[in-house]
């Protein structure tokens, strides 16, 4: 029994811990562009990003 004592303010600690990293990640925008890595990991590296054109032919 003794060995709550010590387990739950530990448990509750690491937490505290984890849920102030998660909420630090987000308020710093590590989650903001969740498909972007995605779809880039896909493109290949010779051909132009869509919707990015250098030359309009207008």
Not at 20 to 27: C, E, I, N, V
Request: hydrophobic share 45%; proline share 5%; net charge negative.
């Amino acid at each position: 029994m003794s060995v709550l004592i010590w387990l739950i303010p530990v448990a509750i600690t690491m937490g505290a811990l984890g849920l102030a990293g998660f909420l630090w990640s987000l308020r710093s925008g590590q989650f903001d562009d969740m498909d972007g890595a995605a779809h880039r990991i896909l493109m290949d590296d010779d051909e132009p990003l869509p919707g990015k054109d250098t030359k309009s032919d207008d």
